[in-house]
């Protein structure tokens, strides 16, 4: 069963931002909480649902695949998809669990803790690479060297951004949580306050003595060349998934993940319409009238294939195993082939005589047009 989007499982308009998202979650949440529905299925799985929402469309990493490819772009490894490797399976805590996550920011960690997931680790940001093919490749697949520049650990410092011989400090602003805490006596009793460390930037850990190669980035940019493989049966508007070829994560999170867009050149010839492709071929009035032994143009070649007697302009004929492999068995579509016929132009004295003969014979009356009508226009004015 197909997934509803996940902006309309949250009831949020796709320009929402995160101060919306969170109050939809919350609402929702609070409705179909398991704690607050024992043993109502249909409320289970639609918090399930809610909850998978909330995940993808409140991590901005997330929520820029979605946007992008849509499910594919977190649904899980594997041609054509993206994915986060992370599921939501699993049981369910109770509502502290759903103020945690909305409201950590404002209690200073009190049901869950804003402090933790700062200090987390982080996966790291995904790349996209637009990567143009030719017909024939999208069809029978290719191997393709690509260059991608992204962020790469410092090797000097080994990412910690601190100068060979010496490490990052705990932030004497902090005191390592990444936050700073303010407290308020309100008529509710005392209120947290949190807000980012200024100093660290949420790290909780400074460096006093920065690397030189990286200047205390502990990042630094580079070229990457990577062998992708494009299988047979690709199509334009594919999206082919790399996992852990995007940029290094944070503080040990996993890497992001290269996701490669393919979009296909036209061909002079083929159209295609999913596994299956279409020729329009050209045969003279003779060939359509006798029959005749035609070289058909395929993916593969040319085939002969015999037209038969009578054969009027418009017929479609089917060359079976002639298309595009299908993308996960291999098996291959079929070549529609669609007969056109094509009428001359322009014929000598001699050529109209035995069309008009053929005419006769067939007891067809023909009325030519001698001449044209500006042709008669230009006469007039002699």
């Known amino acids: 069963m197909s997934k509803r989007d996940y902006y309309e499982t949250l009831g949020v308009s ?134 991608i520049d992204r962020q790469e650990e ?44 200024h100093n660290c930037r949420g790290e909780g850990t400074i460096v006093e003595q920065p690397c ?11 070229t990457k060349k990577i062998e992708i493989k494009i299988p047979a049966g690709v199509d334009d508007g594919s999206v082919i998934k790399l996992s852990g070829e995007g940029e290094p994560g944070l503080r040990g999170g996993p890497r992001g993940d290269l996701y490669v867009a393919i979009s296909v050149e036209p061909h002079e010839l083929f159209k295609r319409d999913g596994y299956d492709i279409y020729y329009d071929i050209p045969i003279t009035f003779v060939q359509a009238a006798l029959g005749d032994e035609i070289e058909v143009p395929t993916l593969d070649g040319k085939v002969k294939y015999k037209v038969a007697e009578g054969t009027q302009s418009g017929t479609v004929f089917r060359l079976k195993g002639k298309g595009v492999p299908h993308l996960r068995t291999g098996a291959r579509g079929d070549q529609y082939v669609k007969v056109v016929v094509e009428v001359p132009r322009s014929l000598s004295e001699k050529q109209k005589e035995i069309l008009r003969d053929f005419a006769k014979e067939t007891g067809e009356e023909v009325h030519e047009q001698k001449k044209g009508f500006f042709e008669k226009v230009k006469d007039k004015l002699k």
């Open 14 to 147: 796709k320009e929402a931002d995160d101060k919306d998202i969170k109050k939809a979650y919350r609402k929702l949440a609070m409705k179909y909480h398991p704690d607050k529905n024992a043993g109502d299925k249909e409320s289970e799985e639609k918090f399930k649902e809610i909850n998978e929402a909330y995940q993808v469309l409140s991590d901005p990493q997330k929520r820029r695949a979605y946007d992008q490819f849509g499910h594919a772009g977190v649904d899980g490894g594997g041609f054509g998809q993206g994915g986060y490797g992370q599921g939501f399976g699993g049981g369910f805590g109770g509502f502290e669990d759903i103020f945690g996550d909305v409201f950590g920011d404002m209690f200073g960690g009190g049901f869950g803790g804003s402090a933790r997931r700062r200090n987390a680790p982080q996966k790291g940001n995904d790349i996209r690479y637009d990567a143009r093919i030719k017909f024939e490749e999208a069809a029978f697949g290719v191997d393709r060297e690509i260059k």
């Open 154 to 197: 410092c090797e000097v410092c080994g990412g910690s951004g601190a100068k060979p011989g010496t490490s990052r400090k705990t932030c004497p602003t902090c005191g390592g949580s990444g936050e700073i805490k303010t407290y308020k006596d309100t008529m509710f009793g005392r209120m947290v306050s949190a807000t980012t460390c």
């Open 212 to 222: 030189e190669n990286c200047q205390g980035r502990g990042r630094v940019r580079k």
